[in-house]
């Protein structure tokens, strides 16, 4: 009875998709001792031997922790699954352009996890992952809170790390959220951010250090938008910050945290916006997300959040 009680208590996670993005995210996890079992995936097969045998030979020196190649079947008791499956972006490629590559790879492992009767949440990071969340959604037929994608955890941690170092402040004191798509017309929600809990346009006088804080502002926001462009250009693919990211997710969820994140997540009439996955800040707790957090943003915010909405609505359309 007790063994039962342990193993019901197992806390597993399930990653399809084994490439630079999902072992990277394993790596994390796996020094991060949220999880008791973590499951790769992958049709390349001997990607997935060669990662876990890799991983394995790490594990005197992670907290205890399974890491195992699987199957389909192991959807069926995991608390999450996690779809970094698919192409990479190429140089030059918009994330726009993988969509239909994508959508059919996601779609039909959404549809398989939904097959297997997985309790747990979905959590999509492949690109372009608010599409690709919406895909899955529709795919599984899951209540939307459990079908969530990693959308602009990372941005909102790109751009905190250009404000920190602007700033010259602990980014752990700077708040910031990126919102919209994940992707290009993704944008900075100035009007909440702050640094210890002081708007940054009021910080910014207080502070004295900055000449021109509106052109400042534009640039960093740019950098952030054209941030993965850079990365996979210097290297071919983006790994560390978005597995960090993941694991943040995942922390929010294996734990019921009710971490307030910019994750995708379906819209139904909140910001006036319906039918479409993109980030807002949520509270995500061990059913994914339990509430969207309607932030009043400025007029011209909402209407960049509509134009988002807009673009990704578009291209739901088109497949
Ligand atoms: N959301 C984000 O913030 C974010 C950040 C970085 C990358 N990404 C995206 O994550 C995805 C993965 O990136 P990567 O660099 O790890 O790519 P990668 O090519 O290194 O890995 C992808 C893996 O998916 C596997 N795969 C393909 N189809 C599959 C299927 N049907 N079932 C199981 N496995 C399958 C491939 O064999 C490959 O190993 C891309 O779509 C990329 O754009 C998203």
Request: hydrophobic share 20%.
């Given at each position: 009875m007790k063994s039962k009680i342990i193993r019901e208590q197992r806390r597993k996670v399930v990653i399809v998709g084994a490439g630079a993005v999902g072992a990277t995210y394993c790596y994390a996890l796996a020094q991060s001792g949220l999880a008791d079992e973590i499951v790769l995936i992958d049709r390349n097969e001997d990607l997935v031997r060669g990662q876990v045998l890799d991983l394995g030979h790490g594990q005197p020196f992670f907290p205890t922790v399974i890491i195992r190649s699987g199957s389909a079947s192991d959807y069926a008791d995991a608390h999450i699954v996690v779809i970094t499956a698919g192409a990479a972006q190429r140089p030059?490629?918009?994330?726009?352009?993988?969509l239909r590559k994508n959508a059919e790879i996601t779609g039909g492992i959404a549809e398989e996890i939904a097959a297997q009767k997985c309790p747990g949440v979905m959590l999509i990071v492949s690109n372009p992952v608010d599409i690709l969340t919406y895909v899955a959604l529709k795919r599984s037929g899951w209540d939307k809170g459990r079908v969530i994608g990693s959308g602009t955890v990372l941005d909102s941690s790109r751009f905190r790390h250009l404000l920190s170092s602007h700033c010259g402040i602990d980014i752990h004191n700077v708040h910031a959220y990126i919102l919209g798509?994940?992707?290009?017309s993704e944008f900075a929600a100035w009007s909440m951010t702050n640094i210890a809990g002081i708007n940054i346009d009021e910080y910014c006088p207080i502070c004295g250090k900055c000449s021109d804080w509106k052109k400042k502002r534009q640039t960093i926001e740019q950098q952030v938008r054209d941030s993965a462009y850079h990365i996979i250009n210097y290297k071919g693919s983006t790994q560390f910050a978005v597995g960090l990211a993941l694991v943040k997710i995942t922390g929010a969820i294996l734990r019921s945290q009710n971490s307030v994140l910019t994750v995708s997540t379906l819209l139904n009439g909140e910001f006036g916006i319906n039918d479409v996955c993109l980030s807002v800040p949520a509270i995500v707790s061990e059913n994914g997300v339990t509430r969207i957090i309607e932030s009043p943003l400025l007029s011209e915010e909402l209407s960049l959040l509509k134009h988002s909405a807009d673009v990704l609505k578009k291209a739901n359309q088109s497949l």
């Open positions: 030059g490629e918009t994330r726009l352009e993988l798509e994940h992707g290009d």
